[in-house]
């Protein structure tokens, strides 16, 4: 749903090419009844360029996601050095 959301600022933004590509890239996969459809948004480069232009609008937002970032990314490593299988 997110991806798509993000498909709809682009074309918001007269980006077409990038949405369409992008909303085409999410629809086609769940056609098929993926279940693991967290990868195929991720590896979406322009969605991926479009959040970091939304979260670079301002200083404060900018350094609370950085902080959130970094918090996430070491309980992320513990979880994946123990062993967690839903990162593997």
């Known amino acids: 749903m997110i991806g798509l959301t993000l498909s709809v600022v682009l074309a918001s933004r007269r980006r077409y090419g990038a949405a369409l590509f992008c909303a085409s890239s999410i629809i086609l996969p769940l056609i098929t009844n993926l279940a693991s459809m967290v990868r195929y948004v991720i590896g979406l480069a322009p969605l991926l360029m ?14 609370v996601i950085l902080a959130l970032f970094l918090s996430a990314s070491y309980f992320m490593t513990l979880a994946w050095i123990g062993g967690y299988l839903a990162l593997v």
């Open 50 to 63: 479009l959040i970091a232009e939304l979260l670079s609008v301002s200083k404060l937002t900018y350094l």
